[in-house]
């Protein structure tokens, strides 16, 4: 790929201009470096390009108003400047409150699997047991089943539907269809192991040493790991975090189907609501749905739904790197 | 009252710490392998809950049939019957009319075109989608990693925007693509039109849905790969590339002789991690074609799951799970030793 483009690069510019170019070309038979610095260049551009021009089309399509949609040349250029799509798209449909729902949901999820994956990188880290390897690819396997998989033994469950039997009585499952716990839950299953993963090689690092002088301290074991380890760990922690916040914000599966894409229709409702937990999935393609020839509508949601974690992105780039090469690869 | 308060508030102390005083030491006292199970037990009980009963429960409906009168549970006990009827086509009739409107995926795949079986142009379907999109994302990220792995101003910047495309969420970059792909509004799609690659409508037209849909998760995922990648490339002893230029290697046969099998292993774990992500693939599908014209296997399973057909559902699901566990058996047998340290 990168050979490909370079030599297009380089064909265009051969192209255009033989003077400067003849001047170059002797200069970089001197010194090849150019030729590398000029092909990479190239190749940088164009990944910016490609990956940034989609959003480049949304913001385009935003503040274009509606009915000027139409037939853009390349490169496209807002037809007109509407920018009232932004304050449009919260009176058809309470985005905020989808938004405020998916970071309810990120921020539950990302307390517990904290939490559990805690205990359990403590475990993998530090102790040494029979069963710890099979136990650890049992969890790693987890994490790459399909949801789809999952679906309807879940679905009954948290509908309801499935008889537990309880000291000789079958009691049927509680109806949570439209709260958080149906959410919560498999988002907490499926994003832990990359957490336990992140917090195994974090806790592994720490010197037994400071362990043993909290134990004499007068410690207990899990004081040790919740007083000493996990604050010595707080990279590590704050990367299995922010990994497992963006993981839910982008989760599509479970977010679709395990609620009815209601939501409280105003803030003062949010926190009297307790069955409307539709998050930000179900926001976004309600502008699908039920205003599906309003392009600039779908593009402004768009742009509001990816800000939060476009924010995160820039704050927290470093451990995002980090998190994701050390989840799948140090292991 | 008040002048017994300090031996009082000693006793409730004791006697509320009592237990977990107790519950310490018993902690405490445990061996290790039994303290170790005891942490280990809330990660374990929330996997058997949402992951390993599900996956047997899945078995266990997929081996009963639909019932779609009622309340919508599992019809009686049938055996393997659910399994032989999608494999051997005759289930079209229940499949297609809740996921495709007009049969039209096998006019529009001319290569496929005695497939009449709606789970065989999922599995078609699903496999041409992550061969494509797995091949071209560790192209794209390998290109990636190449850039982000040099020293330049504004590098931060650079990986950024690199990123960035990661974490948009999965309904929104759904959103964008079927944004780009609109018929009349696009800049796209004229374009291609005239040159003959797509048709006027290509969000429902198969082939040119499959193509979109190949697209958007290479702008998402190849990201991931770059990371991937970027890490192995960051492992490389530097003091390789220096023996090579005093030895008068040029860059490319640095690269061909040192980078690329040095990188080789991390790319191909980074290949089998977006080989496994890519046959699970659904919401991309649901936002940019509501899963009518490009049919994966998990599109499959809801849309059963959807009209309640919920022994067929199972069993689409349960021959998903089975693809995906080779995937990760092959992982976990040829990989997993390799990298050494914990897993």
Request: hydrophobic share 50%; glycine share 8%.
């Amino acid at each position: 790929m990168a050979q490909q483009s370079d030599t297009a690069g380089l064909d265009a510019d051969a192209n255009s201009s033989q003077g400067p170019f003849g001047r170059w070309a002797s200069k970089a038979i001197q010194n090849p470096k150019r030729v590398y610095r000029a092909m990479f260049y190239v190749v940088t551009a164009f990944f910016l390009f490609t990956t940034l021009f989609p959003f480049y089309w949304l913001l385009v399509l935003a503040v274009t108003p509606n009915e000027a949609i139409t037939s853009f040349g390349f490169p496209p250029v807002p037809h007109g400047f509407n920018p009232g799509a932004f304050i449009t798209i919260f009176e058809t449909v309470p985005l905020h409150i989808y938004v405020l729902n998916s970071f309810v949901l990120g921020l539950a999820t990302t307390a517990i699997v904290l939490v559990i994956a805690s205990l359990a990188g403590y475990v993998f880290g530090r102790l040494d047991f029979p069963g710890r390897r099979p136990l650890m690819l049992l969890i790693l396997a987890v994490s790459y089943f399909p949801p789809a998989a999952f679906l309807l033994p879940l679905f009954q469950l948290f509908t309801g539907n499935v008889d537990i039997g309880l000291f000789g009585v079958a009691v049927s499952s509680p109806n949570l269809y439209n709260t958080p716990i149906p959410m919560v839950m498999p988002f907490t299953a499926l994003f832990m192991p990359l957490s336990i993963f992140i917090l195994t090689t974090f806790y592994g690092q720490i010197p037994d040493g400071l362990e043993d002088a909290a134990r004499i301290e007068g410690t207990t074991r899990l004081g040790a790991l919740f007083r000493v380890i996990m604050p010595l760990s707080a990279p590590g922690v704050a990367t299995a975090g922010v990994l497992t916040f963006i993981s839910v914000y982008n989760e599509f599966f479970f977010s679709f189907l395990m609620n009815d894409g209601q939501v409280a229709s105003k803030l003062t409702q949010f926190f009297a609501s307790q069955n409307n937990w539709a998050p930000l999935v179900q926001g976004i393609l309600a502008y699908q749905g039920q205003y599906s020839q309003m392009y600039n509508l779908m593009a402004a949601a768009s742009i509001v739904g990816v800000l939060p974690v476009a924010v995160l992105v820039v704050i927290a780039q470093e451990k995002i790197v980090s998190g994701l090469t050390a989840g799948a690869l140090k292991e | 009252m008040a002048t017994e308060q300090s031996s009082d508030d000693f006793e409730r102390e004791s006697r509320r710490s009592g237990p977990y005083v107790r519950a310490v030491r018993w902690m405490e006292n445990l061996g290790d392998a039994a303290f170790a199970y005891l942490l280990l037990a809330p990660a374990l009980l929330i996997l058997g809950v949402i992951a390993f009963w599900p996956l047997v429960r899945t078995f266990e409906l997929s081996l009963h049939a639909d019932q779609l009168v009622g309340t919508g549970t599992v019809g009686e006990y049938v055996g393997l019957t659910n399994y032989v009827e999608l494999l051997t086509g005759q289930r079209s009739a229940l499949l297609v009319r809740p996921l495709i409107p007009t049969v039209t995926w096998s006019d529009q795949f001319p290569f496929f075109h005695g497939i009449q079986n709606p789970f065989t142009a999922a599995l078609t379907v699903t496999f041409i989608f992550t061969i494509v999109s797995v091949l071209v994302e560790t192209v794209i990220g390998f290109g990636q990693a190449l850039v982000l792995d040099q020293d330049f101003r504004g590098r931060r910047w650079v990986r950024v925007a690199i990123i960035l495309p990661w974490a948009v969420p999965i309904v929104i970059q759904g959103m964008i693509f079927f944004l780009l792909f609109q018929p009349n509004i696009g800049f796209l799609v004229d374009p291609l039109q005239n040159l003959g690659v797509f048709s006027a409508t290509p969000l429902s037209n198969s082939v040119d849905s499959l193509l979109i849909l190949v697209v958007a998760d290479v702008w998402k995922t190849s990201a991931f790969m770059a990371l991937l990648i970027l890490a192995g490339l960051q492992s490389i002893d530097r003091n390789l590339y220096d023996v090579a230029r005093v030895t008068g290697a040029s860059k490319w046969q640095q690269f061909k002789m040192i980078t690329l099998p040095l990188v080789l292993p991390t790319v191909l774990v980074a290949m089998l991690f977006r080989t496994i992500g890519a046959l699970r693939i659904f919401g991309l599908i649901e936002t940019v074609t509501s899963c009518s014209t490009v049919p994966s296997l998990s599109c499959l399973v809801v849309s059963a799951f959807s009209s309640r057909q919920y022994g067929t559902a199972a069993a689409v699901a349960f021959i998903t799970a089975g693809i995906i566990a080779v995937a990760v058996s092959v992982y976990i047998a040829k990989f997993a030793d390799t990298q050494g340290g914990g897993v």
